[in-house]
């Protein structure tokens, strides 16, 4: 009986005693929320027009991060070394389309799959071997973004913002926006579209698969950066990040594999449910459970929605 | 309609069935030169010959199997044949690709329609014009400048070839929940805003009711007499082939038996027994 109390009665009862430490967690899940929703757009960004699930997607975020901090360490001035960062990424979607994608063209989906485990396992000991293994501390005012926190008093006590927390959150939204637009708006976005749609259709009316690939790659590899360099000031800079890269995989089950809204929207439940579950949940069991609870939640939703909150539902003629 | 079609087919050919109207020029377009394309031990083609003239309607037709769709995928770089060249606008070549093929004005349809179908009718359409559209990356990423006047341009252009295909009212349906005839039709429509030289289309009247069939053959033959597109076309409705085309190419089982007027094909013998089935002994 207490048992039952202590899980369905005694956290709502701790929440409405104290509104505003309701609010910080929540506010913290929505920040880890985010950046698990950045890194499940780079994955749906690349499957929704190759077809490749993007093993990779996590160590790009890492590779991302550490291309930064890396050349600002060796003494390149930090607004050029995001620049020189940014054309790391793009000859990285370059060199994978062209020694990894063309040579596997037409060939099954796991063989791709398991070509970027190759480039996962690749960019691990590059990135080790370039940069070293130490964790590095990600450069945040030399690039222009905010430091220090506000605290605002509210619902009877204070609740603590992190301000690179907020710029996260804004360049987040602002970053999903443009991709939108321009997804849906431009020639190439078009392109992308039919090239996920239908391969011969679009080779067809002349848009070159190579093309295509190298602009998605790229643009998760853009995004990936983004997301290192925030994650990157939260913690720091190490390849240990890559565990939490996996949290994508949960948001993808949760939003979709090919839906950018269900990306945000199913990081976002993650990364909210995560820290309530750890903070009113977590002490009954002596802690560390938000490390496990996404794919408990990922599970569920396997059960009951297997096509995700906003995916294709899949209909096959038998 | 149709009485129109056969009128108009009745004055293009004298008695003897040499073309005499002005929409068929003597330029050879497509020299397809004793092509053979196999799949493992599997033999799609052999050693077939034809040619495509500027202006003409081109008929390939054949029982299941023949090679008819290979042959088009030979003719725009999907298939790579292994033995021959295809002379295309005076350059020969042993091997295409699509982009480039589309590059030259080589435009197609699908035999199970092959549509975005996640897209609007416009924004299928409007990918037939993707290689006509030249704004750099730069002014696409920030949506103004070249870019948008490009897009106002290209889709000014893609309303009229709406209003040619007469599908105004479904413009913003997405073209999976089309009816297949529907669909059928924007992918003539998109094939058509790539303004072809050279339209490749296969089966374009597959599973259509009369109707549908009598409305596909008027935009085809619109297609080809007012846009002055070059058309090669498979097709199993022997009416259809018969009123649309100049010249037909029969292929059985990869090998081509006969080439000619309609009229002739129809009556050859070898024709005939392929159509019914005579052993090949």
New interface residues.
């Given amino acids: 009986m207490e048992l039952l109390y202590n899980v369905f009665v005694d956290p709502f009862v701790q929440m409405g005693a104290m509104p505003d430490l309701l609010v910080q967690v929540i506010w913290e899940g929505f920040v880890s929320g985010i950046l698990y929703a950045l890194i499940a757009l780079g994955f749906v960004l690349i499957f929704k027009a190759s077809g490749v699930f993007n093993f990779a997607q996590g160590i790009m975020v890492v590779f991302g991060a550490l291309s930064l901090v890396g050349l600002y360490e060796a003494g390149v001035p930090a607004w050029l070394a995001l620049a020189l960062s940014v054309l790391i990424m793009f000859a990285l979607a370059v060199t994978v389309e062209r020694v990894v994608l063309r040579p596997l063209v037409n060939q099954p989906d796991i063989i791709l799959f398991m070509a970027t485990i190759g480039i996962n396992t690749f960019l691990i000991g590059f990135g080790e071997s370039v940069f070293g293994g130490e964790p590095k501390t990600m450069i945040t005012e030399q690039i222009g973004l905010p430091t220090g926190s506000s605290e605002i008093e509210m619902l009877g006590g204070r609740v603590i913002f992190q301000h690179i927390d907020i710029a996260a959150a804004v360049i987040a939204a602002l970053m999903v926006a443009?991709l939108a637009?321009?997804f849906n708006?431009?020639?190439?976005?078009?392109?992308l579209?039919?090239v996920?749609?239908?391969h011969?259709?679009?080779?067809?009316?002349?848009?070159?698969l190579q093309q295509i690939w190298r602009?998605v790659w790229f643009a998760a590899g853009i995004v990936a950066l983004v997301t290192g360099i925030m994650w990157g000031a939260r913690s720091d800079v190490s390849f240990a990040l890559e565990i939490v890269a996996l949290k994508a995989l949960p948001v993808l089950i949760l939003g979709g594999f090919t839906s950018i809204p269900g990306a945000i929207i199913g990081g976002l439940i993650i990364g909210i449910t995560e820290k309530l579950a750890e903070f009113y949940w977590g002490p009954l069991v002596g802690g560390s459970i938000e490390s496990w609870v996404p794919y408990f939640v990922a599970l569920i939703f396997l059960w009951f929605r297997p096509q995700g909150l906003f995916g294709e539902k899949i209909i096959e003629r038998i | 309609m149709m009485d129109g079609v056969s009128e108009a087919q009745g004055n293009l050919t004298a008695a003897d069935g040499h073309v005499v109207d002005d929409r068929i020029k003597d330029e050879i377009i497509l020299k397809v030169d004793d092509i053979s394309l196999s799949f493992g031990g599997v033999k799609a083609i052999q050693n077939v010959s034809f040619d495509i003239k500027r202006g003409e309607v081109r008929a390939i037709i054949g029982p299941n199997g023949a090679g008819k769709t290979s042959m088009l995928n030979c003719i725009n770089g999907f298939y790579h044949p292994q033995e021959g060249t295809i002379t295309y606008l005076g350059t020969a070549r042993k091997q295409m690709r699509p982009h480039i093929a589309a590059t030259q004005g080589i435009a197609r349809t699908f035999q199970n329609v092959a549509l975005f179908r996640g897209m609007s009718t416009l924004d299928n359409i409007m990918s037939g014009r993707t290689l006509k559209m030249k704004a750099n990356l730069f002014w696409q990423m920030i949506r103004s400048g070249p870019a948008e006047n490009e897009e106002i341009e290209h889709r000014r252009q893609v309303e009229e070839i709406i209003d040619f295909l007469e599908i105004q009212e479904i413009r913003r349906t997405p073209v999976g929940r089309l009816p297949y005839g529907l669909q059928k039709r924007v992918e003539l429509g998109r094939a058509l805003a790539m303004e072809p030289t050279l339209l490749l289309l296969d089966e374009p009247m597959a599973g259509m009711n009369l109707e549908e069939k009598r409305d596909m053959s008027r935009f085809i033959i619109d297609a080809n007499e007012q846009l002055g597109t070059t058309i090669a076309l498979i097709e199993h409705d022997m009416g259809v082939v018969m009123d649309l085309s100049d010249r037909v190419v029969v292929l059985d089982h990869g090998e081509m038996i006969a080439d000619g007027t309609p009229q002739v094909v129809q009556s050859d013998q070898n024709v005939i027994d392929a159509y019914l089935g005579v052993s090949h002994e």
Avoid: E
């Fill in positions: 443009s637009i321009f708006k431009s020639k190439i976005g078009r392109a579209r039919a996920a749609d239908d011969q259709a679009a080779m067809s009316v002349g848009i070159t602009i």
